[in-house]
C-alpha cells in the first residue's frame, strides 16, 4: 500500500509482512498520507 510522506513529499511503500510501525524511511517522519489517484473530472453535455 502506497503513502506519501507529508514532510519530504516521497513516495513510501508499506509492507503489512514486516510491519513495523508507520514512519518514513528517507526522513523519519511519522505522518503520512494515503497516495490517492488523480480527480477526473467528468463533463457531460446538456441538452
Known amino acids: 500500500m502506497g ?3 507529508l514532510r ?6 508499506i509492507n ?4 513495523q510501525g ?3 524511511p ?3 517522519y511519522r505522518a ?3 497516495g ?3 480527480v477526473v ?3 457531460v453535455k446538456a441538452e
Open 41 to 43: 473530472v467528468k463533463t
Open 26 to 28: 528517507y526522513c523519519g
Open 8 to 13: 519530504c513529499k516521497r513516495y513510501v511503500e
Open 36 to 38: 490517492r489517484p488523480e
Open 32 to 34: 503520512l498520507r494515503k
Open 16 to 19: 503489512v509482512s514486516g510491519y
Open 22 to 24: 508507520v514512519r518514513c
Open 3 to 5: 503513502y506519501y510522506c
